[in-house]
């Protein structure tokens, strides 16, 4: 069971990692030096940013566990 736990934290954690990383590679992607952004659309990429990871960091642990409940 402890096991099982531990599994899905670790591949929730590389799942929010990777996503988060993606998302900022993206962001950084899309920079326009010549365009000022506003400090709210700021805040809301950032909001965006870590909503998304974590929903990226759940279904890689729930996937991660299905296969663990196949084998």
């Known amino acids: 069971m402890l096991e099982t736990i531990l599994g899905c934290l670790k591949w929730g954690a590389v799942g929010f990692i990777v996503a988060f990383f993606l998302m900022k590679l993206y962001e950084a992607s899309h920079?326009?030096?010549?365009i000022p952004k506003p400090a709210f659309k700021i805040r809301q990429s950032k909001r965006a940013a870590?909503?998304?990871?974590?929903?990226?960091?759940?279904l890689s642990a729930l996937v991660w566990l299905l296969v663990q409940k196949w084998d």
């Open 31 to 34: 920079i326009h030096d010549d």
């Open 50 to 58: 870590l909503v998304l990871s974590t929903f990226a960091a759940i």
